[in-house]
């Protein structure tokens, strides 16, 4: 976070998911172009922001819209050409986009940059794959966008206290998803030779997505165990898997609870020996001893 | 909560909720009325709340009656009276609460003004759409009352505890809230591909109600995957959900942690030893003994 | 906790768990059998203990084996004789135990002497109303005992500390209770309406089970939304209860941890001014600065 | 994890999961053998453990995919030959591992020394009863076998970290068990009572069964109330039930932030200012600078 540059008015995020763009060239039409669409300052730029979201939320409610059989029956004309227009109007954004920037490839293997991407391709392979069409609602995901374009870095700032929060608790949520896997394929093998393909559990694929469903307390009832012994396993899978989906919810609020207490460090440079990280209320430095220059921690 | 003022005599709670409505005048049936409704201290005043109470909970009752089938069969006539004279009754207690107060609107725009209106409505709107009848229940709303009547100060403190750590809480939220937004479109359509209409996914939001059912670890089973791609992709989307769901209980109980936490804790800088954290009820340092500078609590 | 006295030789627990009682007199056939049953020391009394509770699992999985409809079939005389084997046994060992303590009532009335009183009655009820032989198995609970007799006194020292953190809790427990009922009435009656009685919400008692089990994310799916508005309103309350639901585990990890934070709290009278309770680290009393006479935390 | 010593180039874990075994010679193919199964340095090493890992997953994949209906029908043969092939690749590798090691018996009584039997046992059986060949999916436990491979000693500090925090709650644990036992126990019967054989409820067993399918919120529906007091009875079980479950999750969490906190702590008490915890790095007080009395971590 701290090495967003809120002064060079472009979108803030790290490298790979906005990287900082600079414009091709400084002045002319070219400029303007590139100031509206990676600026969100002036009233124009904000306007055209704002734009630019009622136009996506508006493009994903078509492709929703088209996919309910009586909409579609009524409507399926205007909403397929709508699609249409959104779906160009979305290219000449794209292609403006990257005339406007120095490095198009840079823009283009960003994070966003490939979800604009994303947000076109779908409709133009729909004319060979009709199915496909449906995709398009990976537009959403140019919602995405909303965060740089309000310049939320105190959203930022919380998402990343997020996800460090994730990030330093990968081993153990690795660990966590690894014992999973253990556990819904000797289970799934083991409701498969005991009920069978007579109660649903026509194979051992489908004993684990059964496992994973009951594990995770979601339990849609599509299998369930028919047999004595089937319903005894079932009733060991929900307690251990209940045993173990406690884990992540107590590494997590655990590792949240210290990222959220280490805040009351101060990063403060000891003068004698360079040790960086203080408690706040430390006077003296633990490793040297030598006397910290001090900040009010009441200003 | 500091901002409670008990000693008015009058309802607690911020402005919003119920603000200090002072009467009309300050004599006669007028004032005696609204001592009566908004004052909870006296002995008629407090059995004029239970009465008020005792009413709330069996109009509630009356209206579930009345919608079970065979209870409406035999009593529905004796129900129906009861209800019209349980709305009379409350439309005349409304009509007294207007009259007594000094600034009628301000009661009428708090929270418990509005609930109160929209527990005659509905009444009177079955005369028109008589399906909006079992709308009534609303009056269960206003039980909230029972907080304010039972001068609850200390379930005020702990409503407020919570409250507060879900305010702190509420930008972590938002972003939660989108996430799980995103993830419930994209999945959503993948099963629409994937699943189709012949197995229940007649729709893209169809299949958003499914991925939130799912993700939230409902789990009906009123639509479920028949496919094995769709198992599959449940799967990810069960363990994804998982992984996300885990994510608000996390922030909501290490704010909570905090909160209390810093109850009980004063901020002061022991003169001798520097040790900066001392209970709220601390005159000397606990470390070396020295007298704290001492802030006065009940300021 | 602190007020249970083992050297009694006594079961441990609360007045109203299982009070201290006392023999009828103390010598003799009456007073031998009294240490049989209330003492668990010696070879013989620690005999009669893992005998009663043999005798207890014994007798519901007699219970369990007789409802199941194919056993039923086989064995029932045989079951129905044990069952009766074992409640007249019971009884006889209830009035053992009524004889032979000096206050009878006291042990009548007591947690565990209305469990035993409790496992003797539905057999004998049986002979009126047949349906009720399945209720022995309240004889479970007899179980309970197990915690005396083993004086698990670290065991109920842990479920001291699980029970203390959910007293502290009781208030915002509460709260969320009505909370969620409150929930569960408009959500039942908004579905009665949207939904109604052909999608199976035939009235708002039957609404308000489905909100429940929804909210508690249990799903079965007996009852489902099948409209498009009544899926919306669906979505809402899982979102809605979600974070709700979240609130008790919030708040019950947060007491319980402060719970066993306060166990770094010290149980140590201050010499001068009597305040009893001191961070295990405090070399001076808070209160009066007296130096505290210490205890080393090293032993 | 102390007690591991990874110069020894072997198998880090505890004597039960895999203990350090000696070769049983030092020189000639057997020693080389030895070095190659159970060392995990050399260029050669790794590749025999990148092998190993790829043909524990293939076998694992064909099972999985011998059990699917389809599949089988058209690969049978294949996959029936494939599963012999790495039987007996799997036997022949037990083999060498019994005959290189010094202690046979100490390597075929450890957890991965059983694993590794357990692999290949079914595929024996499956030539008496058929059905047993399914049971050869517990070669997937074999993969544990990457932890030591990958000398993944942070990973094993983690799940450390996890087990320590498991195995302080396990009082709390046997207490929630048993608890949750009880409850089922008597929620089983009254459904049994209430509801009984004609909507599902056919037994005792079977109210269990559904009892904790509905308090670990799975919910699969196949088992759900129909009467009006089955299902109120049901509100009752999921609020309990959801009270109860609650507890585990608050253990676990409130045992892991305890955990985590404790470590990276010393209680070391300053000599000049009593303040009693120190960062394990800290060589001066943080309060009043003083040198502190210094432990060796290293020791």
Sequence with gaps: ????????????????????????????????????????????????????????VASVLVVLLDSDPEVKARWHFQLYLAEWVFTLLFALEYSLRIWVV????????????????????????SLLFPASASLTVVRILRLLRIFRILKLVKYSDEAGLLTHALIRSRR????????????????????YVVEGPQHGFVSIPTGMYW??????????GDLSPATGLGRFLTSMLIIIGYSIIVVPTGI???ELARTMR?????????????????????????????????????A
């Excluded at 070219?30 to 300052?41: A, D």
């Excluded at 994973?212 to 307390?217: D, L, P, R």
Aim: proline letters at 5%; charged letters at 20%; a positive charge.
């Design 252 to 254: 997590y609020t655990a």
């Design 262 to 298: 280490s805040r009351g460090r101060v990063q403060l440079r000891c003068p004698q020996c360079s040790l960086g990280e203080h408690d706040d209320d430390a006077w003296f430095c633990r490793k040297c001893g030598e006397a910290l220059p001090h900040v009010d921690n009441n």
């Design 102 to 125: 120095r490095e198009p490839l840079r823009y283009a293997r960003s994070f966003l940059g490939s979800v604009d991407l994303l947000a076109i391709l779908p409709t133009f392979l």
């Design 172 to 191: 153990k949520i690795l660990i966590f998803v690894l014992t999973l896997l253990t556990i819904a394929v000797i289970f799934g093998a083991l409701m």
């Design 1 to 56: 976070m701290g090495d967003v540059k809120p002064t060079r008015g472009n979108d803030g995020g790290g490298e790979f998911f906005a990287p900082v763009l600079q414009p091709a060239n400084r002045e002319g039409l070219r400029y303007r172009l590139y100031r509206l669409m990676f600026h969100h300052e002036s009233r124009s730029e904000r306007n055209f922001d704002l734009a630019l979201i009622a136009i996506i």
């Design 211 to 220: 496992a994973v469903v009951t594990m995770a307390t979601v339990g849609y």
